[in-house]
């Protein structure tokens, strides 16, 4: 019997690594720069959490979490999504204590039993961001620019953001029983799941995406004439922040966050020309999610954007990312001696911050070689019989082939150079 | 209801977390000085795979798992160490197509339904490595090397290697058996957790951490004298590899891995004084592991070091991690006007690399500065309305408090100049 990963998850090869890497360490050189500071929450919640911060009710909760009895008793959830963890963990350790607004971002793997499909994982990974305790637009549309910021930097340079406002407690009521009217007199051409949400929430009916429901959403009352004056002008501040930065948008009264403590923005960013457009993260404000936890109101905003996905636009956009994983040198050996040598020498190269290997088995020198190619290896140092028994060692330019001989005495450093010039 | 994290995890808050970050980049770049490239296997696992990779009987997987059955009814495990899994993803990818040996690791996080207690994490986190492919006694000392070097690097100066063989299947049945003859006449000294590992895995007993049993096993038979040729040759490889990097070890016999695939190498290692000693990682050989799940015999060897433990080894020797999380410019207004400048400014110095931040709500200046000092900020940039008319700024040194007006234009290369000299 052969065992394989748990289906609908994937592995992170050797091959694919490294451009994690590259983009997790550009996302905190991004999230540092924007003032964010790191969170990290455990991978499990009390499934509570999820129920009173994602909403009982909806797909995520009641089709998707994985979620099961610890030994104990108590229910536990894999995280399904980013933000009711990091609200949760403002609330418990009162990270607002000392001042607001308090920017916090994430890099966190997240579950979902979902069907699996291309670019689509039970497992998959998302980087997010939070700005708790100003209910101020200016973050809304700071928190915003941060990752439309990013994707130009990796060179998606076609970035359209979709933004609208939901409106908060004081007036989505009336712009929801609006919606119940309309929808009302189409109840029968409604897919099943729209007549579910016809009763628990009607807002979700205008993301629905299949084409009898779409349709009928183009008609539909917006939002706008229902909203109140304090959102209005929410909204108006954001659009203003984000005139100021020169990032366009498109008001689109279809973005929905569909769950009620979503308040005021909501934006869905696209990558890539009409027609072939990925969506690349989705944000909005959250006003009410930490008192629907259990906490006093701390208004948030924030984003979050999937790592598969972006790996996923940057390969159809044909943006490569820099790759820098092989080793700089590879110590090899002509047979039965210099095995000592060799092994002092590799650990010496490490101290001094060369990336170096060599074999361990000391085969004959064409396997070696192939091993130092396959490393990826800048140069090669041979250590030969004579080489050694002279101080000395040959150094091989694996691109070029050239060889020099080289003494020991000094080796690292002159290495070290030629790494440098190259 | 206010909701907490899961009993026995703990959130890294942003007072944390720039630790965290800083020692994982510190292990990444040790890892590729070493060759290691990275791989990232899910959190869960298909349950057969610990069971048949760490073994039933254990209490790791008896007792210890968080396990559940998916909605498809397939029995999932949260990982419970490192090894298995990477094991698993070697076979299932064919990593060793192209040439061996493979050199992987990994920073991760495991699980352990453990009873909660100080430095001891239901969800915990892991550097390990492993060298897949060669059953060279040079791998085994190159993989210890890392973490080894990776601990003085930290200034750890005082580490203790521990090493042992247990043997493979050729000779440790015969060492099995005389532990059986000899524990066979103290079976009523015995604590019940060894009466029943004198049933099952009698090696276990040696490592028991009890009283009574421990001065049982000081009497012992070891295994040295049952070692077969080709264990004790690479026993002494080892230790002559080790020999050779200036590594001190302290042979010892109760050092035990006691599953059955272990072969040869095991070794513990410790950092602090004597009396003080603290466990800082664990490594050996799992010659049997690839087989035993069911793939073709890999030879394979690693370690595995918990990096909650190893922050809490450097806190009590009082190394202090180089700290570098305040940001560098923090941009203030002092009042109704400069909104629009301050936030153009804020995205100008973000492109251009530099950490800043602001207040969006544009409270005071004295509140503003409040932040800019919770923030670290190095600098603070003040908008005024005298300054916009002049196209001038009032920088401030936040830790002399000297001040300066300079102009707009040119303002952000002038910023960068001061934090590159400071």
Same mark, same amino acid.
């Given at each position: 019997?052969?065992?394989?990963?748990?289906?609908?998850?994937?592995?992170?090869?050797?091959?694919e690594s490294w451009k994690w890497q590259y983009l997790e360490e550009k996302i905190r050189t991004f999230a540092h720069r924007y003032g964010f500071r790191e969170i990290r929450t455990p991978m499990l919640e009390y499934t509570e959490v999820f129920?009173?911060?994602?909403?009982?009710?909806?797909?995520?909760?009641?089709?998707?979490?994985?979620?099961?009895?610890?030994?104990?008793?108590?229910?536990?959830s894999l995280r399904p999504e980013g933000t009711a963890a990091v609200v949760r963990a403002y609330l418990e350790h009162n990270l607002g204590a000392s001042g607001t607004p308090v920017k916090l971002y994430y890099i966190a793997p997240l579950f979902?039993?979902?069907?699996?499909?291309?670019?689509?994982?039970?497992?998959?990974?998302?980087?997010?961001?939070?700005?708790?305790?100003?209910?101020?637009?200016?973050?809304?549309?700071?928190?915003?620019?941060?990752?439309?910021?990013?994707?130009?930097?990796?060179?998606?340079?076609?970035?359209?953001?979709?933004?609208?406002?939901?409106?908060?407690?004081?007036?989505?009521?009336?712009?929801?029983?609006?919606?119940?009217?309309?929808?009302?007199?189409?109840?029968?051409?409604?897919?099943?799941?729209?007549?579910?949400?016809?009763?628990?929430?009607?807002? $979700?009916? +205008?993301?629905?995406? /299949? =084409?009898?429901?779409?349709? !009928?959403? &183009? *008609?539909?009352?917006?939002?706008?004439?229902?909203?109140?004056?304090?959102?209005?002008?929410?909204?108006?501040?954001?659009?203003?922040?984000?005139?100021?930065?020169?990032?366009?948008?498109?008001?689109?009264?279809?973005?929905?966050?569909?769950?009620?403590?979503?308040?005021?923005?909501?934006?869905?960013?696209?990558?890539?020309?009409?027609?072939?457009?990925?969506?690349?993260?989705?944000?909005?404000?959250?006003?009410?999610?930490?008192?629907?936890?259990?906490?006093?109101?701390?208004?948030?905003?924030?984003?979050?954007?999937?790592?598969? $996905?972006? +790996?996923?636009?940057? /390969? =159809?956009?044909?943006?490569? !990312?820099? &790759? *820098?994983?092989?080793?700089?040198?590879?110590?090899?050996?002509?047979?039965?001696?210099?095995?000592?040598?060799?092994?002092?020498?590799?650990?010496?190269?490490?101290?001094?911050?060369?990336?170096?290997?060599?074999?361990?088995?000391?085969?004959?020198?064409?396997?070696?070689?192939?091993?130092?190619?396959?490393?990826?290896?800048?140069?090669?140092?041979?250590?030969?019989?004579?080489?050694?028994?002279?101080?000395?060692?040959?150094?091989?330019?694996?691109?070029?082939?050239?060889?020099?001989?080289?003494?020991?005495?000094?080796?690292?450093?002159?290495?070290?150079?030629?790494?440098?010039?190259?």
């Amino acid at each position: 019997m052969k065992y394989r990963a748990v289906r609908g998850m994937h592995d992170i090869l050797p091959e694919e690594s490294w451009k994690w890497q590259y983009l997790e360490e550009k996302i905190r050189t991004f999230a540092h720069r924007y003032g964010f500071r790191e969170i990290r929450t455990p991978m499990l919640e009390y499934t509570e959490v999820f129920q009173r911060g994602v909403g009982e009710g909806t797909d995520i909760v009641e089709k998707e979490m994985y979620t099961f009895l610890d030994r104990g008793g108590r229910s536990l959830s894999l995280r399904p999504e980013g933000t009711a963890a990091v609200v949760r963990a403002y609330l418990e350790h009162n990270l607002g204590a000392s001042g607001t607004p308090v920017k916090l971002y994430y890099i966190a793997p997240l579950f979902r039993y979902d069907r699996p499909q291309r670019g689509r994982y039970r497992q998959h990974h998302q980087f997010g961001a939070e700005i708790l305790g100003t209910p101020d637009p200016a973050a809304d549309a700071e928190v915003l620019s941060l990752p439309i910021r990013l994707m130009q930097d990796l060179g998606l340079r076609e970035v359209e953001v979709h933004l609208n406002s939901v409106g908060d407690a004081a007036c989505r009521p009336r712009y929801i029983a609006a919606l119940r009217e309309y929808f009302g007199r189409y109840l029968d051409e409604l897919c099943p799941d729209c007549r579910r949400r016809y009763d628990v929430n009607p807002l $979700r009916i +205008l993301d629905c995406k /299949e =084409e009898r429901c779409h349709r !009928l959403t &183009r *008609e539909a009352p917006t939002i706008f004439p229902y909203l109140c004056q304090e959102c209005r002008n929410h909204f108006e501040g954001v659009q203003e922040h984000l005139d100021w930065l020169g990032i366009r948008y498109t008001i689109d009264p279809f973005i929905v966050r569909g769950l009620d403590y979503y308040t005021r923005t909501a934006a869905e960013v696209y990558s890539g020309k009409l027609g072939a457009q990925n969506a690349m993260f989705g944000g909005g404000r959250y006003d009410g999610l930490a008192s629907q936890l259990g906490g006093p109101p701390v208004p948030g905003v924030g984003f979050g954007m999937g790592i598969e $996905r972006l +790996l996923l636009v940057l /390969e =159809e956009e044909g943006i490569a !990312l820099p &790759r *820098e994983d092989g080793v700089d040198v590879f110590v090899a050996t002509t047979g039965k001696t210099g095995h000592r040598e060799a092994f002092q020498l590799l650990d010496q190269m490490r101290q001094a911050g060369l990336r170096a290997d060599g074999d361990p088995s000391h085969r004959e020198l064409r396997a070696q070689m192939k091993l130092a190619n396959r490393l990826g290896a800048r140069y090669a140092v041979i250590l030969g019989e004579e080489e050694l028994r002279l101080g000395m060692a040959t150094v091989r330019n694996m691109a070029s082939g050239d060889q020099e001989r080289l003494p020991l005495e000094g080796l690292i450093e002159a290495l070290r150079e030629r790494i440098q010039k190259t």
